[in-house]
């Protein structure tokens, strides 16, 4: 117990002191309107710059990678297939795509999966 507390606590303060080492060596830059601004000939611009953010499309993009990240965990279920027993394999491996599949179900009710609102 000792030993975890003084390795924790040396973790920690390496952790801290490089922290503090990034902190103080980093470059500091200050946000200015005309450095964020887009460059014109030296005239405001006409329009914006930069295009509006597509939040229906993030939200999509989270979904499929929530949905990738579960998928990629029913591949572990496949390979101990072999060596585990099939009650409770099935049971598990059902129980799991169904709280896909209803979480499916829920995104599509909500609409989140439609494309145009």
Same mark, same amino acid.
């Given at each position: 117990?000792?030993?975890?507390?003084?390795?924790?606590? *040396?973790?920690?303060? #390496? @952790?801290? %002191? *490089?922290? &503090?080492? $990034?902190? &103080?060596? %980093? +470059? +500091?830059?200050?946000?200015?309107?005309?450095?964020s601004s887009p460059f014109?000939?030296?005239?405001?611009? +006409?329009?914006?710059?930069?295009?509006?953010? @597509?939040?229906?499309?993030? $939200? #999509?993009? /989270? /979904?499929? *990678?929530? =949905?990738?990240?579960? #998928?990629? $965990?029913? =591949?572990?279920?496949?390979i101990s297939l072999k060596? @585990?027993?099939?009650? !409770? !394999?099935?049971?598990? &491996? @059902?129980?799991?795509?169904?709280? &896909? #599949?209803?979480? *499916?179900?829920?995104e599509w009710k909500q609409? %989140?999966?439609?494309?145009?609102?």
């Amino acid at each position: 117990m000792k030993m975890m507390t003084s390795m924790a606590l *040396l973790i920690m303060s #390496i @952790s801290m %002191a *490089l922290i &503090l080492i $990034l902190n &103080l060596t %980093a +470059k +500091k830059t200050f946000m200015d309107r005309e450095k964020s601004s887009p460059f014109e000939c030296g005239f405001d611009p +006409k329009s914006t710059a930069r295009l509006p953010f @597509s939040l229906h499309f993030f $939200l #999509i993009a /989270i /979904i499929f *990678l929530i =949905f990738d990240v579960e #998928i990629t $965990l029913l =591949f572990p279920m496949i390979i101990s297939l072999k060596t @585990s027993n099939m009650i !409770y !394999y099935l049971t598990t &491996l @059902s129980l799991f795509i169904l709280i &896909l #599949i209803l979480g *499916l179900m829920h995104e599509w009710k909500q609409g %989140a999966l439609n494309w145009t609102n």
